[in-house]
């Protein structure tokens, strides 16, 4: 290794540090053993057959038959009560038929997972993105700067997975914003087909999903979640959304909450320090007078 290959890779350590991901195991394209395995009359074949790339590569919709897990820092988004409009709210009394009443029986639903829902209802039937209005959602603050977005939706009846991909989400910096170029639209990167409960525990938390900003370098403090919209599945049955919580995630998959470890501290500014010795020695000695 040379020594510029040795500060790269010295480089890439300390950053890599300040990242956290959640693991799974994705199904790999069409000669995966789980490519057909379905859950609530869904799988990854399901998918490409709406139109989906499904893989592990780069653009790809990533589909995992197991739960999501939490990554480090995950914390969940809170409703800015001047940009909430909940059409109505429920909660799930059994979470293995779907079984549910309205209105919720806890107070602030939508603020926590706890099959304690929120709907929406649609500002835009159609698939063109330039009539979405997600001003119109319901926006919650994530409580730091977030790539992406994991939404846990509820299911209140089939099919899967157009119920449980029936929304559309933005991410922005003004939650009160109706104009449509401050809102930045993500779109959707991960499937987990049994929720975040196993099946044999819960199959009302459906499917749950992560969705992505295509730059990986933006990150926005704001979620917009509203019904229907141009990425949600077709057809649709309703015009209303079921959401449990949403929470915002790094471009490398933590939580924003997330608060490094003293050594990954000590990695981080090592880089920071070697970065800044790379840079000084590049331009030389400082001229003197």
Do not use: C
């Not at 994530?142 to 991909?165: R, S, T, W």
């Not at 929304?167 to 499937?191: E, F, Q, R």
């Not at 933590?254 to 490094?260: D, S």
């Amino acid at each position: 290794m040379t020594h510029r290959s040795h500060e790269r890779a010295l480089v890439a350590l300390a950053l890599l540090a300040v990242s956290s991901y959640a693991s799974a195991q994705f199904i790999t394209g069409p000669a995966d053993p789980n490519y057909d395995t379905q859950f609530q009359g869904a799988s990854a074949h399901t998918f490409a057959d709406l139109g989906y790339s499904v893989g592990t590569g780069p653009g790809q919709l990533h589909v995992s038959i197991g739960t999501w897990t939490d990554p480090s820092g995950l914390i969940f988004g809170a409703i800015v009560p001047a940009a909430a409009h909940i059409a109505s709210t429920g909660t799930t009394v059994n979470k293995l038929n779907y079984g549910y009443t309205q209105p919720s029986v806890v107070a602030n639903p939508g603020n926590a997972r706890d099959y304690s829902w929120i709907q929406n209802v649609a500002s835009n039937l159609g698939t063109d993105p330039s009539l979405d209005q997600p001003w119109v959602g319901n926006v919650f603050d994530l409580g730091g700067p977030a790539n992406q977005a994991v939404v846990f939706p509820i299911v209140d009846h089939g099919p899967l997975p157009q119920e449980v991909v029936e929304y559309t989400v933005y991410l922005g910096n003004d939650p009160l914003s109706t104009n449509l170029a401050d809102w930045h639209l993500a779109t959707l990167s991960a499937v987990y087909m049994q929720g975040w409960e196993n099946d044999n525990v819960a199959l009302s938390d459906g499917f749950t999903t992560v969705w992505t900003l295509a730059d990986p370098t933006a990150s926005f403090r704001y979620v917009s979640v509203a019904g229907v919209g141009s990425q949600a599945l077709r057809p649709i049955f309703g015009d209303e959304d079921e959401i449990d919580a949403v929470a915002g995630l790094t471009a490398g998959g933590g939580g924003v909450g997330a608060v490094p470890e003293p050594e990954t501290y000590a990695l981080m500014l090592a880089g920071l320090s070697l970065m800044g010795f790379i840079a000084r020695r590049r331009r030389g000695p400082a001229s003197r007078g």
